[in-house]
């Protein structure tokens, strides 16, 4: 269901050897960016009712029920260019992306079938 490549494992990695351990990897879609909806990655120290783990190249990477109908499809990569590094979202299911590839938008039937 989510792709994480080998170097957005490895840099996710990299950003959790700085935190507690045992922190959770947390993927989140919220409502806002410039095209309407936008990836929120953090960690968490707590997993949530209703949230699906995904063991993806040795990253565990948590969801919540909520977030989870919008990521059908969706592939996480990580590269680096002369203005710095980043995660890029390859969603199947997007209509629209933003200049930064952070927000999308979605068609109205991909919302309706994905309620
Ligand atoms: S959220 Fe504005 S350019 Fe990506």
Redesign the pocket.
Known sequence: MIQLSPAAASEIQRLKLKQPQNVLFRLAIKAG???GW?YEMSFDETAKVGDRTFDLNGIQLVVDAESVKYIHGLTVDYSEDLMGGGFRFQNPGAIA???????FDFTQEYLINHQ
């Open positions: 960016g410039c095209s936008f992306t933003c200049g930064c590839g952070n927000s």
